[in-house]
């Protein structure tokens, strides 16, 4: 079993920034890949980031030369950066992992995660 716990949302201006934190537990991080996803009202869980075990990482479109995502394996943490908020990122992030990933493994897809954290509310306002 992998525990994940997210930190660092909040409420933030546009234009500001925020840096999420998850922090994982209960298997070897390394082994992992990693993921952000977020959800916002009334719609879908969408694709955010992922970073491989090899620290690889690809962006949704929609974030791509604002957010980036990065592991500190000897800290057990992924973390995304999130610069130039807008409105529109206002959402529940959420972290998730895939367990003993491929070493270049990177996943879009939420049905290929494992494991999720309980998410994290992040706010921007106008």
């Known amino acids: 079993q992998v525990q994940l716990v997210e930190s660092g949302g909040g409420l933030v201006q546009a234009g500001g920034s925020l840096r999420l934190s998850c922090a994982a537990s209960?298997?070897?991080?390394?082994?992992?890949?990693m993921g952000w996803f977020r959800q916002a009202p009334g719609k879908e869980r969408e694709f955010v980031s992922t970073?491989?075990?090899?620290?690889?990482?690809i962006y949704a479109d929609s974030v791509k030369g604002r957010f980036t995502i990065s592991r500190d394996n000897a800290k057990n943490t992924v973390y995304l950066q999130m610069n130039s908020l807008k409105p529109a990122d206002t959402a529940v992030y959420y972290c998730?992992?895939?367990?003993?990933?491929?070493?270049?493994?990177?996943?879009?897809?939420?049905?290929?995660?494992?494991?999720w954290g309980q998410g994290t509310q992040v706010t921007v306002s106008s």
């Open positions: 970073i491989s075990r090899s620290g690889i990482s």
């Open positions: 998730a992992a895939e367990e003993d990933a491929s070493w270049y493994a990177l996943q879009r897809s939420s049905g290929e995660y494992d494991y």
């Open positions: 209960g298997r070897t991080f390394s082994s992992l890949a």
